[in-house]
Structure formats: structure tokens, C-alpha cells
């Protein structure tokens, strides 16, 4: 009885796995979500352009990562992608929360009719 050999790699992922990466990621950064909720919705094409930089990002440092677990089917490559997609998305939500709601001082006075977006701050 023969032996067919059969090879099955994790990594890398195909380009149409990669591209469902990125819609996934857009859609969790652009819709409510447990991460939206907490950080802020982006719109769909902010969303959009963070969730493919993310995705290069991660699947560069994930090829980088693969270069020192030679022999691995993927499976160690592939968990480490997920991590670092979930690390650079929690990241970019941090950062977009913190765009979306500068620090207000206690000095600060808003002025009637001035935009609650630009503080006065107080003589007092």
C-alpha cells in the first residue's frame, strides 16, 4: 500500500482570506460593536483604511515570525497574526477615542455660543 504524502500549511493565508480579514475588521471598527462601543464608531472608509493597515501591519510582522519558526505547519504563525490583528485593533480604537475626546482641563470655560470643541480658559 502506498503512502501519498499530503502537506497542509495554515500559513500563509491566501489573498481572498486576507481581503475577508480586512472586511471583517472594517465592519467591526464601523458598526456597534463591544470595541465601537467602548472607543467610538469610525465611518465606513476611516474604518476601512485603518482595518487594511492594520491587516499589512500584522501580516508583515507574522511573515517576520515565520522566518524564525521554520518547519511549523502555520498554526503558531497564524495564532500570532490573530494576536497581533487583535492588539493593533484595540490600539487603533484607543487612539481614535482619544482624537475623538481631547482632555478637558478644569480651568477650562466654554464660552456661549463658542464651540464646545474649543476651550477658553478661565482668567480666574
Not at 5 to 28: D, I, K
Not at 47 to 53: C, I, R
Not at 62 to 86: C, M, R
Not at 113 to 119: H, K, Q, T
Request: aromatic share 8%; glycine share 4%.
Amino acid at each position: 500500500m502506498a503512502v501519498s504524502a499530503f502537506s497542509f500549511n495554515l500559513w500563509p493565508p491566501s489573498e481572498r482570506t486576507r481581503a475577508a480579514v480586512v472586511e471583517r475588521m472594517a465592519e467591526t471598527l464601523s458598526s456597534p460593536s463591544i470595541l465601537s462601543n467602548k472607543y467610538g464608531q469610525f465611518d465606513s472608509e476611516q474604518a476601512q483604511v485603518h482595518a487594511k493597515k492594520i491587516e499589512e501591519a500584522a501580516f508583515s510582522a507574522s511573515q517576520n515570525f515565520a522566518a524564525t519558526s521554520p518547519g511549523d505547519s502555520g498554526s503558531h504563525v497564524l495564532q500570532f497574526y490573530s494576536k497581533e490583528i487583535s492588539k493593533l485593533m484595540l490600539d487603533t480604537a484607543k487612539q481614535h477615542a482619544s482624537n475623538q475626546n481631547p482632555p478637558h482641563h478644569n480651568n477650562a470655560v466654554f464660552q456661549e455660543g463658542a464651540s464646545n470643541l474649543d476651550p477658553q480658559v478661565s482668567d480666574s
